[in-house]
């Protein structure tokens, strides 16, 4: 089966630092992505992680490990405009399939001042 | 920066009539993929589309789905006989493999389908 946890809703402060984690649980993995969601907006690209290590863009990180089946997203000096939902997925191996991601519920990011 | 269009952005159907969603790939991207979530919940594969035919396709589509590359540009999504529970947002969306790593799936800014 496949199965996708991570917390429904987290708050924070301007200019701090937030954590957002993501289990996941499913019969193969290949790569894991987070998208960044604007409500009533398209999902948008932040970071895809194939390897077990941290990976660094600008005031975002993602972290993997494969082993643990875990990720966490980590913004840093926060923004109002963070505000949105944060969307981990995972593509299975080839094989399972080729194209489709399997998504997370998403954590409801609020951002206060 | 190249974009995914989509159109139109809001379409208000009744129920049982048939709807066909539009959507403009980015030029050089080679796999077309369709998702869709409804209001408050996870956003679900329909659909994949590469080479001029379905690659994979979820249990939600089926016969009432169908989608087609008309020309060179357009990937449409047809649903025949509208329910209610079709409201959502649909997605199109689209990749180069290789870019994969560094861009992702791009998507489109969704049309937004309510059925009444």
């Known amino acids: 089966g496949q199965n996708i946890d991570q917390p429904t809703e987290m708050t924070a402060t301007e200019g701090a630092i937030v954590q957002i984690n993501c289990t996941y649980q499913?019969?193969?993995?290949?790569?894991l992505f987070w998208y960044q969601q604007h409500a009533g907006e398209a999902p948008t690209f932040l970071s895809y992680n194939v390897l077990d290590g941290l990976e660094e863009k600008g005031r975002f990180s993602s972290f993997l490990s494969r082993s643990k089946g875990y990720s966490y997203l980590l913004l840093k000096e926060l923004q109002m405009k963070d505000s949105a939902s944060y969307l981990c997925?995972?593509?299975?191996?080839?094989?399972?399939?080729?194209?489709?991601?399997?998504w997370g519920a998403g954590t409801k990011l609020i951002i206060k001042p | 920066e190249p974009e995914v269009t989509q159109t139109p952005s809001h379409q208000v159907t009744q129920m049982g009539q048939e709807v066909i969603l539009r959507c403009v790939p980015i030029s050089n991207h080679l796999y077309f993929y369709w998702y869709r979530q409804i209001l408050g919940q996870k956003v679900e594969f329909l659909v994949s589309?590469?080479?001029?035919?379905?690659?994979?396709k979820s249990e939600i589509f089926d016969d009432q789905f169908s989608v087609e590359r008309p020309d060179g540009s357009n990937f449409t999504l047809k649903i025949r006989s509208t329910k209610l529970e079709d409201s959502a947002m649909y997605f199109c969306?689209?990749?180069?493999?290789?870019?994969?790593?560094?861009?992702?799936?791009?998507f489109g800014s969704g049309t937004r389908l309510t059925v009444v």
């Open positions: 499913t019969s193969g993995f290949n790569g």
């Open positions: 589309f590469y080479n001029n035919e379905i690659s994979e």
């Open positions: 997925a995972v593509t299975p191996p080839p094989g399972d399939s080729n194209y489709q991601l399997i």
């Open positions: 969306a689209s990749s180069e493999e290789s870019a994969i790593r560094d861009y992702g799936y791009t």
